[in-house]
C-alpha cells in the first residue's frame, strides 16, 4: 500500500489551492487525484473572463485562472494522477483508486481532502412532463460540447433556469451563431450574479422570464418545442398563460448539487440544506481528518472564495498532519436565522481560531435595505448593513474571536433584520 | 428466402427469434428502428409475474406460469440481471382481504406454486417501510424482477450469433401473398419468407391487416413511470401491488436488478403510437397512490420518468395463431402484461405452431446456448477486475461516474453482435447514464467512444432512434447560419 500524508480528491480549482496551500505548510507528501484527463476542473470549460477581481485583482478567463495554479502547482512538485477515479474512502483513510496505468490502487492517507465538485441538476430531478426526444442538455455539458470539444448543440435555443451557467451560456449561444428566444425562471428573481444577467441577458435582448416555467417537451425523436406558462405565487402553472417556444436545444440550469457520495459512503453528516458536509471552523467534517472545500463542501457564486476556502483547508490539513489541531475544547454551532439559508462552517471549535471567525452564508430570497445581525446567544455582537441581499451572491461575515468567549455554551446566529421606517 | 420472417424486435421477436435459431431454419428478425428492444420493452414494469391475475384458462395463465418457470436457465444462460424476488399484494380492508383469497384461489388453479397468505404482522416484518394501514397481504415468492431489454438485446446477441439475420431500420409497409411465400417490403428493399411472425406490438393490427380481411385493433394504453436513486433502492425487499380493483392492477413498486426503486404504471388509452410523453396528470396519480402504500415516500430522490406503451386487444387474451386467411401467417399480437414473462412460453408456443405446419424441425448442432461473457466490472473481485484492467486497459477508465462503467465495457458492447450504435444503445447495454446526474458528465464521452469505434463523426452519432442528432458542427466563418437558410 501506498502511503501520502495528504491525499486530494478532485484536481480543480478547490483541490488545486488546497494541495498548494498544504504543501507551502509544509506537508511533503501530497497526492491529487483527477478524473478527468486535465488538471482545473470545470474552469477550463468557463472560456469567459471575469475570474480572479478578488483574488488577483485582474479580470481572468477560466483557464487563466486555473493556469495560475496548474503552473505554482507544478513548480511546488506536488504529485497527481489524471483519469484517476477514486472509488471509495473509509474511516480509517484508505482510498481505492483506478486508472488504466496502476489498475486497481489502495492508497493510505493521514489527511484526505474532498474537492470532488458538482453535479448539475437534470431535468428527472425537476420532473418536467413531455416527450424524451435529443436536444436536452444540462447547461454545462452543452458548455463543455461548445467549448472544448467544439461542437454546437442546436441553433434555436431555449434556456430554463438563470444559474450563473444558463446566463453564460445564453451570450455563448448567441456568440456561436445560435437565436436564444428565452431564459425561463421559475422563481420571481434569478438565482444568478447580477452582472451575469446585464452582460450575457440584458446586452443581447434575450428576455428573462420570472416566475415561469416549462410545462412540457414537444417532439419525439428531435426536440420541437417547449410549453412556458407562467406560475403564482406557489409556483404552480396559470392556466391559460401558456406559450409555445420553438427550439431545436433546451439548456438545464436548475441548480447544483454537490457530489458526495464518497462522503455519504465513508459516513461524513451532511449538512440538508448545502446538501455538503457538516464541517467545524477547519473545513474537517464530521469523520476525523477528512476535510472537505469548494463546491462539494457548498456550492460557491465566485471561484475566488472557492480559493479562499480551499487555502483555509489545506492549511487546516497540514495543520492536522502535524498534529496541531486542537480536538475538542469549546465548540460554537452557528445558526442560520430568519432570512438566512444557510451557514458554513455549521461548528467552530474555539481553541483553532487565532483572530476571526469566517463565515459564509447565503439568504433564502431577495432583500433590500436589510441588517445582517450576528447574535451569540441572545446578544447582539455584530450588525452590517446591506442595500441588497440576494441568494444567487454569497455573504461572508467575520467575528472577532474576543466577542464570542465565555463559558456558557454557545450558539452564534446570524439573521436579517429589516431597516426601521422602511 | 428465408424460411421465417419476424416482424419487431422487440421481447417477444428476439425470444422467438432466439428460439428458432436453434434450428435448421433461415431466419430473419426485422426491425423498424435503430435498435432492438426499442418500444414497450425499453419501458414496463420489469416483472417476472408469478401468475394469478390472469383469468383461469386463458393463454395468458398459461404462458404466465410457463414463462415464469423458465427465466432462472434463460437468465443465466444469457448473463442477464433476473431476481427471484417474490411480490406482495397488499389488502388495506376486510373487502380486499377478500380479493387476496380470490387472487389465491385463482393462482392455485393457475399452478402457481408457493403462494401465502400473510397476516399484517408477517408483511410488516417483510416490508417495514409499508404504511401501517395493512391488513394482510398476498405473497407470491416465485415473482422476480429483470432487466427487459437486456434480456431482448442478449436474445438478439444470442440469435444473431446462431445464423439470425436482424435487420434493423426496416420498417414493413407491405406484405403481398405468393404462392407458398411472403413478399415483405420495407421502404428500401423486400425479402421474402416461407412463414411470418406478426410480432409488431402495436402495430400488430396494422401488420395483419397487410394480409388478411379480418382482424384486431391494438389499442395503445399508456403507462408512466418514475425511477428513484439508489440511496432508496432497498425501500421494499419484494415487489409491492395494491389490491387490484375493477378499475385495474393500480400502482406497483419496485427495487429494480441495479438497485434503484421504480413506481408505475399509469393507465391511459393514446391515440398516438409513437407517443413516449409523460404527463402531469400521470405523475400526480403517481404521487397519489404511491401514498397509499409508503407511509413516507422519498419524492425528491426521482432521477427520471418515462413512459412505455401496453398493446390492448378487446378480448384481453394473447393472440397467438396462424391465421385461417392467410396460411404460414402467425399472429403474435396483444402482448400485454404479462407479457415479459410469458416470453419464452409464447417462443415455445409458436415453435409448436410451426412444427404443426412444417413438420418435425432438425436441431442445429453448433447451436450455442450462451453469449460471450458480458462482464460487469464493479461486479467482479478485486482481483478478478486487477487481471482485466492487466489485459485490457480500457476496463481501467471510469466514464460513468455514478454507475462506474469502465470504457472496456462499453466498448465491448458496441462490438457485440446487435450492439450499440447509439447514445441509448449504449445506456441500455451498459448503463452509462443511467444514474443521477444522466449524462451529464458522460454523454459527451461515449459519444466520443462511438464515434471512435464506428467511425463516424460525432455530429453523427444519435441520442436513440433515427434523426434523434446529439449535435451539429460548429459554425465557421464559411458556414453562417442565418434566417434565410433555415
Same mark, same amino acid.
Given at each position: 500500500m501506498n502511503n501520502y500524508d495528504i491525499v486530494v480528491v478532485g484536481g480543480g480549482p478547490a483541490g488545486l489551492a488546497a494541495a498548494i496551500e498544504a504543501k507551502k505548510n509544509g506537508v511533503e507528501s501530497i497526492l491529487v487525484v483527477e478524473r478527468d484527463r486535465e488538471l482545473g476542473g470545470i474552469?477550463?470549460?468557463?472560456?469567459?473572463?471575469?475570474?480572479?477581481?478578488?483574488?488577483?485583482?485582474?479580470?481572468?478567463?477560466? /483557464?487563466? =485562472?486555473?493556469?495560475?495554479?496548474?503552473?505554482?502547482?507544478?513548480?511546488?512538485?506536488?504529485?497527481?494522477?489524471?483519469?484517476?477515479?477514486?472509488?471509495?474512502?473509509?474511516?480509517?483513510k484508505t482510498i481505492k483508486l483506478i486508472n488504466s496505468e496502476d489498475g486497481l490502487v489502495d492508497i493510505k492517507a493521514k489527511a484526505i481532502i474532498l474537492a470532488m465538485g458538482c453535479r448539475e441538476r437534470t431535468r428527472g430531478a425537476i420532473n418536467i412532463p413531455g416527450t424524451r426526444p435529443s436536444g436536452i442538455f444540462s447547461a454545462g455539458t452543452a458548455q463543455r460540447f461548445v467549448n472544448m470539444e467544439g461542437y454546437m448543440p442546436g441553433k434555436k435555443v431555449v434556456?430554463?433556469?438563470?444559474?450563473?451557467?444558463?446566463?453564460?451560456?445564453?451570450?455563448?449561444?448567441?456568440?456561436?451563431?445560435?437565436?436564444?428566444?428565452?431564459?425561463?425562471?421559475?422563481?420571481? =428573481?434569478?438565482?444568478?450574479?447580477?452582472?451575469?444577467?446585464?452582460?450575457?441577458?440584458?446586452?443581447?435582448?434575450?428576455?428573462?422570464?420570472? &416566475?415561469?416555467?416549462?410545462?412540457?417537451i414537444i417532439g419525439n425523436e428531435k426536440l420541437e418545442s417547449v410549453v412556458v406558462s407562467e406560475v403564482d405565487v406557489n409556483r404552480r402553472p396559470i392556466k391559460g398563460t401558456e406559450k409555445i417556444f420553438e427550439c431545436d436545444t433546451l439548456l438545464l440550469s436548475v441548480g447544483l448539487v454537490p457530489e458526495n457520495e464518497l462522503a455519504i459512503n465513508v459516513g461524513i453528516n451532511l449538512d440538508n440544506k448545502t446538501k455538503g458536509a457538516i464541517v467545524n471552523e477547519s473545513m474537517e467534517t464530521s469523520v476525523p481528518g477528512i476535510f472537505a472545500c469548494g463546491n462539494v463542501l457548498h456550492v460557491h457564486d465566485l471561484v475566488d472564495w472557492v480559493t479562499e476556502e480551499s487555502r483555509k483547508t489545506g492549511?487546516?490539513?497540514?495543520?492536522?498532519?502535524?498534529?496541531?489541531?486542537?480536538?475538542?475544547?469549546?465548540?460554537?454551532?452557528?445558526?442560520?436565522?430568519?432570512?438566512?439559508?444557510?451557514?458554513? /462552517?455549521?461548528?467552530?471549535?474555539?481553541?483553532?481560531?487565532?483572530?476571526?471567525?469566517?463565515? =459564509?452564508?447565503?439568504?433564502?430570497?431577495?432583500?433590500?435595505?436589510?441588517?445582517?445581525?450576528?447574535?451569540?446567544?441572545?446578544?447582539?455582537?455584530?450588525?452590517?448593513?446591506?442595500?441588497?441581499?440576494?441568494?444567487?451572491?454569497?455573504?461572508?461575515? &467575520?467575528?472577532?474571536?474576543?466577542?464570542?468567549l465565555g463559558d456558557e455554551p454557545i450558539i452564534l446566529t446570524i439573521e436579517l433584520e429589516e431597516e426601521m421606517g422602511k | 428466402m428465408f424460411d421465417v420472417a419476424i416482424i419487431g424486435a422487440g421481447i417477444v421477436g428476439t425470444m422467438i427469434s432466439r428460439e428458432l435459431s436453434k434450428y435448421k431454419l433461415d431466419v430473419i428478425l426485422l426491425e423498424k428502428d435503430n435498435d432492438v428492444a426499442n418500444g414497450t420493452t425499453k419501458a414496463n414494469s420489469a416483472i417476472i409475474h408469478?401468475?394469478?391475475?390472469?383469468?383461469?384458462?386463458?393463454?395468458?395463465?398459461?404462458?404466465?406460469?410457463?414463462?415464469?418457470?423458465?427465466?432462472?436457465?434463460?437468465?443465466?444462460?444469457?448473463?442477464?440481471?433476473?431476481?427471484?424476488?417474490?411480490?406482495?399484494?397488499?389488502?388495506?380492508?376486510?373487502?380486499?382481504?377478500?380479493?387476496?383469497?380470490?387472487? =389465491?384461489?385463482?393462482?392455485?388453479?393457475?399452478?402457481?406454486?408457493?403462494?401465502?397468505?400473510?397476516?399484517?404482522?408477517?408483511?410488516?416484518?417483510?416490508?417495514?417501510?409499508?404504511?401501517?394501514?395493512?391488513?394482510?397481504?398476498?405473497?407470491?415468492?416465485?415473482?422476480?424482477?429483470?432487466?427487459?431489454?437486456?434480456?431482448?438485446?442478449?436474445?438478439?446477441?444470442?440469435?444473431?450469433?446462431?445464423?439470425?439475420?436482424?435487420?434493423?431500420?426496416?420498417?414493413?409497409?407491405?406484405?403481398?401473398?405468393?404462392?407458398?411465400?411472403?413478399?415483405?417490403? &420495407?421502404?428500401?428493399?423486400?425479402?421474402?419468407a416461407k412463414y411470418v411472425i406478426n410480432c409488431a406490438g402495436v402495430y400488430a393490427d396494422k401488420i395483419n391487416n397487410m394480409v388478411n380481411s379480418e382482424g384486431f385493433e391494438i389499442m395503445a394504453n399508456s403507462g408512466e413511470y418514475q425511477l428513484y436513486d439508489k440511496n432508496v433502492g432497498k425501500l421494499s425487499n419484494s415487489i409491492i401491488f395494491q389490491c387490484p380493483s375493477p378499475k385495474g392492477k393500480g400502482v406497483l413498486a419496485l427495487p429494480t436488478v441495479h438497485g434503484n426503486f421504480m413506481i408505475g404504471p399509469t393507465s391511459e388509452y393514446v391515440s398516438d403510437k409513437e407517443s413516449k410523453k409523460t404527463t402531469r396528470e400521470g405523475m400526480d396519480l403517481l404521487y397519489e397512490n404511491i401514498k397509499e402504500l409508503f407511509s413516507e415516500f422519498p419524492y425528491d430522490q426521482i432521477i427520471t420518468s418515462f413512459m412505455g406503451l401496453r398493446a390492448k386487444v378487446e378480448s384481453q387474451d394473447f393472440i397467438i395463431e396462424e391465421t385461417n386467411e392467410s396460411s404460414r401467417f402467425i399472429n403474435v399480437a396483444g402482448i400485454d402484461s404479462p407479457g415479459l414473462t410469458a416470453a419464452p412460453a409464447i417462443a415455445k408456443l409458436v415453435l409448436k405452431i410451426l412444427k404443426n405446419s412444417i413438420g418435425e424441425l432438425k436441431l442445429k448442432e453448433s447451436f450455442a446456448s450462451t453469449r460471450r461473457e458480458v462482464k460487469h466490472f464493479m461486479e467482479l473481485s478485486e482481483k478478478e477486475q486487477s487481471e482485466l484492467i492487466e489485459k485490457d486497459k480500457s476496463y481501467g477508465k471510469i466514464i460513468c461516474r455514478c454507475e462506474n462503467i469502465t470504457e472496456g465495457e462499453i466498448i465491448d458492447v458496441i462490438k457485440r453482435k446487435a450492439g450499440a450504435t447509439t447514445v441509448d444503445g449504449v445506456k441500455r447495454r451498459a448503463r452509462p447514464g443511467s444514474g443521477r446526474c444522466q449524462g451529464g458528465f458522460c454523454s459527451p464521452r461515449v459519444m466520443e467512444i462511438l464515434a471512435r469505434e464506428l467511425n463516424v463523426e460525432m455530429d453523427e452519432i444519435l441520442k436513440g432512434n433515427k434523426g434523434s442528432y446529439i449535435l451539429m458542427r460548429r459554425k465557421t466563418e464559411n458556414d453562417h447560419w442565418s434566417e434565410d437558410n433555415e
Open positions: 474552469l477550463n470549460q468557463c472560456i469567459h473572463n471575469g475570474f480572479g477581481l478578488h483574488i488577483f485583482k485582474e479580470e481572468l478567463t477560466g /483557464p487563466e =485562472y486555473a493556469e495560475r495554479f496548474i503552473n505554482e502547482f507544478h513548480k511546488l512538485g506536488i504529485e497527481y494522477k489524471l483519469d484517476t477515479m477514486v472509488l471509495n474512502i473509509d474511516e480509517n434556456i430554463l433556469g438563470s444559474g450563473d451557467i444558463g446566463l453564460i451560456m445564453a451570450r455563448t449561444m448567441v456568440w456561436e451563431g445560435a437565436r436564444v428566444s428565452a431564459v425561463v425562471e421559475l422563481m420571481p =428573481y434569478s438565482g444568478g450574479l447580477t452582472r451575469n444577467i446585464v452582460q450575457c441577458l440584458d446586452d443581447f435582448d434575450i428576455p428573462l422570464l420570472l &416566475s415561469h416555467t416549462i410545462i412540457d492549511k487546516s490539513a497540514a495543520r492536522h498532519v502535524n498534529k496541531q489541531l486542537i480536538e475538542g475544547g469549546k465548540i460554537i454551532e452557528t445558526k442560520a436565522g430568519d432570512g438566512i439559508n444557510y451557514i458554513v /462552517p455549521q461548528k467552530i471549535r474555539l481553541d483553532n481560531i487565532d483572530e476571526t471567525i469566517d463565515l =459564509y452564508l447565503r439568504v433564502d430570497n431577495i432583500y433590500e435595505n436589510v441588517k445582517l445581525v450576528v447574535r451569540k446567544d441572545n446578544e447582539i455582537i455584530k450588525k452590517i448593513k446591506k442595500s441588497h441581499l440576494a441568494p444567487g451572491e454569497m455573504e461572508s461575515v &467575520s467575528i472577532k474571536k474576543e466577542n464570542v | 408469478a401468475g394469478y391475475d390472469a383469468s383461469v384458462g386463458t393463454i395468458k395463465a398459461k404462458t404466465n406460469v410457463e414463462g415464469n418457470a423458465m427465466f432462472d436457465k434463460l437468465c443465466e444462460d444469457l448473463s442477464v440481471p433476473f431476481k427471484r424476488i417474490g411480490s406482495l399484494v397488499i389488502a388495506k380492508c376486510e373487502e380486499e382481504k377478500k380479493i387476496l383469497q380470490e387472487l =389465491y384461489k385463482r393462482g392455485k388453479q393457475n399452478g402457481v406454486a408457493e403462494m401465502k397468505l400473510l397476516t399484517k404482522e408477517e408483511v410488516r416484518q417483510m416490508e417495514p417501510n409499508l404504511t401501517e394501514k395493512i391488513e394482510g397481504a398476498l405473497y407470491a415468492p416465485t415473482a422476480g424482477i429483470v432487466g427487459p431489454w437486456e434480456l431482448a438485446i442478449a436474445l438478439a446477441e444470442n440469435a444473431v450469433e446462431n445464423g439470425v439475420e436482424l435487420k434493423l431500420n426496416s420498417k414493413v409497409t407491405n406484405i403481398v401473398k405468393h404462392d407458398g411465400f411472403y413478399r415483405i417490403f &420495407s421502404d428500401k428493399d423486400y425479402v421474402e
